[in-house]
């Protein structure tokens, strides 16, 4: 029986066990559309209207950094296709596997300047790390097979799909792809994993730079079994985190980005061996962890680094992270740091502990930052997804929010995009349905996305937005003020969000003062269906993340 075009992607899909297809509808891609609204077979993947293409590639690319198996997005031609831009550079710079599928004009039409007629390919080339135009309905399924080889295989990330309309509506005579077979790394040679030992045995204080490439099921239980034999500082990127379980939590010693001024920043600096596992210069360039230290490194991860004057590994290990790590801790005797290392490194860790304490604040200027981290933390299990969009609020989650589970806190710390956080908290909600997921953001980036409420709604979903509510730009503010004494651009006015919430058929609530924002958090947990909590934030202490814990600090 001889298929379209259409008929074969959906295939395609289907036999790369695809679960979903975000998007918008359109002229160029309705006959796909059609066919994933009504085919009978249930392994066709459900399609889920959005109401923007950049929050549509956010959720696909949510699916991508939950599972490590590519989200697909699937828009029309023109504005469809470049409304995807910041979603696929985001996923691109940040390792998340997605499949963007976009409609394009019939082929005669695409050097045209013909209606909807844009260089879609040339366009996303620079935010993927593939970009093609499908030339032929035979290849649609080589085309899709290849597109998601691409979008898993080390360093993850977008890859774009461009589908003449002609080329959907013509016959295939060739067979669909089958499904892909994951590229299999080998662990380093046993010489490699000598000189790691060698070097590790020699360190007076080794320690473990936990990047986005580490937070992986795999790579994070051979982090486990490694300080279960020799127990070592370990400081999480911000896509790191959640790579220290609760039972080694001595051996967490904070995350590392944005401002040079955090306890990893200290320990980065005085250790003498620093172990790269699965590193990316993109969350936090070596100029700003890397200055003046005397250590050596050692840079494990799946791809080569990126080496500049301020990152020069001094032994570069290219291989499977998890089965290095493994092959590392069976080569190992148990090993302990000596007594004044582990006494001195209680001490750094008893004053890091220490700045989780909540300030006692009852002037009305709103409710402190860590007070609602502390609200939170006690709502929440160790199973529990949050996701957290970029602005004052993710610095606090990030340095003082704790996380058990690797790929249970997300950030963007590649791209900082603003308007991540609830479709992330959509994808979570999707594949982690069990129990609710926590979306945290601002006033500004909430904004960005908050159209999704519906989609949240529609699809009746267990989500507890918080929104830390200020009415400006906050984090560009608080470093303007720093740097000039004033602030500019930054203030963005206020919107009753639980109103907003009320709107879209969520729950909306307020929360005012510390002992409301754990009611409401318990409210929420206990509610069907997405609920918003709008709280006012009291930032006046973020002037203090341009203070100084190290002489060189770089802001």
Do not use: C
Request: glycine share 8%; proline share 5%; net charge negative.
């Amino acid at each position: 029986m001889k298929k379209n075009g259409a008929e074969a992607l959906m295939q395609s899909m289907i036999n790369q066990g695809i679960k979903y297809v975000f998007g918008l509808p359109g002229a160029k891609v309705d006959q796909l559309f059609d066919l994933l609204e009504y085919s009978q077979d249930p392994r066709t993947p459900k399609l889920i209207i959005t109401h923007h293409e950049q929050n549509a590639a956010f959720i696909a690319s949510g699916i991508g950094r939950l599972t490590g198996k590519p989200g697909v997005v699937a828009t029309t031609s023109g504005p469809g296709v470049s409304n995807l831009a910041t979603g696929l550079i985001t996923a691109t710079s940040e390792g998340d596997p997605v499949i963007a599928l976009g409609g394009q004009v019939p082929r005669n039409d695409v050097a045209r300047l013909t209606h909807q007629s844009i260089p879609s390919k040339e366009l996303l080339a620079a935010a993927t790390k593939d970009s093609v135009e499908v030339q032929d309905a035979n290849n649609l399924s080589e085309t899709f097979a290849n597109a998601y080889q691409t979008a898993i295989a080390p360093k993850a990330g977008a890859t774009f799909i461009s589908l003449p309309k002609d080329v959907l509506d013509d016959t295939v005579d060739t067979p669909e792809i089958k499904p892909v077979t994951p590229v299999q790394q080998g662990s380093a040679d046993a010489a490699l994993i000598g000189q790691m030992a060698a070097k590790l045995k020699a360190a007076k204080l080794p320690v473990i730079l936990a990047g986005m490439r580490s937070s992986s099921t795999a790579v994070t239980a051979a982090i486990h079994a490694l300080l279960h034999r020799f127990s070592i500082p370990v400081v999480e990127t911000f896509q790191g985190a959640g790579v220290i379980s609760r039972d080694l939590e001595k051996d967490y010693f904070g995350r590392v980005g944005l401002f040079r001024n955090q306890i990893g920043d200290a320990i980065l600096k005085e250790s003498d061996l620093v172990i790269a596992v699965g590193y990316d210069p993109v969350e936090y360039e070596g100029r700003l962890w890397n200055v003046d230290r005397t250590g050596e490194i050692i840079n494990l991860d799946s791809i080569a680094p990126e080496i500049s004057n301020d990152y020069q590994p001094d032994l570069v290990i290219q291989a499977d992270i998890a089965k290095t790590l493994t092959a590392l801790s069976q080569s190992l005797p148990e090993m302990a740091l000596s007594a004044d290392m582990v006494a001195h490194l209680h001490q750094m860790q008893a004053h890091f502990v220490s700045q989780d304490a909540v300030p006692a604040t009852t002037d009305g200027h709103g409710v402190h930052p860590l007070a609602i981290v502390r609200a939170l933390q006690d709502q929440v299990n160790d199973d529990t997804t949050v996701t957290v969009d970029v602005g004052s609020h993710y610095i606090w989650m990030a340095r003082h929010f704790r996380s058990y589970k690797p790929r249970h806190l997300l950030f963007s710390n590649g791209m900082q995009t603003l308007g991540v956080a609830l479709p992330w908290a959509i994808a979570a909600a999707l594949e982690r349905p069990d129990q609710h997921v926590v979306s945290v953001a601002g006033d500004g980036g909430f904004l960005f996305s908050s159209q999704e409420l519906e989609t949240a709604v529609r699809l009746h979903l267990n989500i507890v937005q918080l929104i830390w509510n200020d009415g400006h730009y906050n984090m560009v503010q608080f470093q303007e003020q720093a740097k000039y004494g004033r602030d500019s651009g930054v203030n963005i006015g206020n919107v009753d969000f639980a109103k907003y919430a009320e709107s879209f058929g969520a729950t909306g609530l307020h929360a005012e003062t510390p002992e409301q924002v754990t009611a409401a958090l318990k409210q929420a947990f206990a509610t069907d269906g997405p609920t918003v909590i709008d709280i006012p934030v009291d930032y006046r202490d973020n002037i203090k993340f341009a203070s100084t814990l190290l002489k060189d600090v770089l802001n």
